[in-house]
């Protein structure tokens, strides 16, 4: 069966977690970033901001603050982004009533996006305790964001150093039929 190329992206997307050491390219991130605007938002508000970050103090500061929101105590040498070199937050206006639905559906098309162009990602969480935090209020303050917003989620881009992972086999109950 020839299956349509946006439904094998769909089906074939896993998160990686072993980057290459080399940045994404320009046009590689244009085009995943752009996608993500698109993604399907409360009455069409568009309600997220995608924050982006590709230099590398700035990542390795923010992987060590999004280490110490980990429910158990993470390693010091652990890295919850992984050593991906672009590093995506994803935030939404809290005052439309949508704004978390809105961030993940964003979220959600950045990995998918980013898979369809051979870009390896993973969604990282902990945003929300991120943002509600002190240090998180003063960034957004720091790049000209309004307090309003709120975290969603992280997207950690790279190109794979790994291959991606065989899917879980989906639970039985799944799908679920309704007379």
């Given amino acids: 069966a020839n299956m349509n190329q ?7 997307r896993r998160s990686i977690r072993k980057f290459k050491d080399e940045q994404i390219s320009d ?6 970033l752009e996608t993500g ?4 938002t409360g009455r069409g508000a568009q309600s997220p901001k995608i924050v982006v970050i590709q230099n590398q103090d700035t990542i390795k500061e923010l992987s060590a603050w999004n280490r110490s929101f ?15 070199k672009t590093l995506l937050i994803v935030l939404a206006d809290s005052e439309i ?8 559906s964003v979220l959600a098309v950045l990995v998918n996006a980013a898979h369809a162009v051979g870009v390896g990602s993973c969604w990282i969480h902990r945003a929300y305790d991120e ?13 000209g964001i309004p307090e309003r917003y709120e975290g969603i989620g992280h997207v950690v881009l790279g190109y794979p150093d790994m291959e991606a992972p065989e899917p879980l086999p989906r639970k039985e109950d799944y799908i679920h039929y309704v007379d």
Avoid at 6 to 12: A, G, R, V
Avoid at 74 to 80: F, L
Avoid at 97 to 104: H, I, M
């Fill in 27 to 32: 046009e590689d991130l244009k085009t995943i």
């Fill in 37 to 40: 605007t698109y993604a399907p």
């Fill in 6 to 12: 946006t439904i094998e992206d769909l089906k074939s």
């Fill in 131 to 143: 943002f509600s935090s002190e240090k998180g209020k003063e960034l957004l303050k720091e790049w």
């Fill in 70 to 84: 980990f429910p158990m105590k993470m390693p010091e040498d652990m890295d919850p982004f992984y050593g991906g």
């Fill in 97 to 104: 009533p949508t704004w978390k639905e809105d961030g993940a």
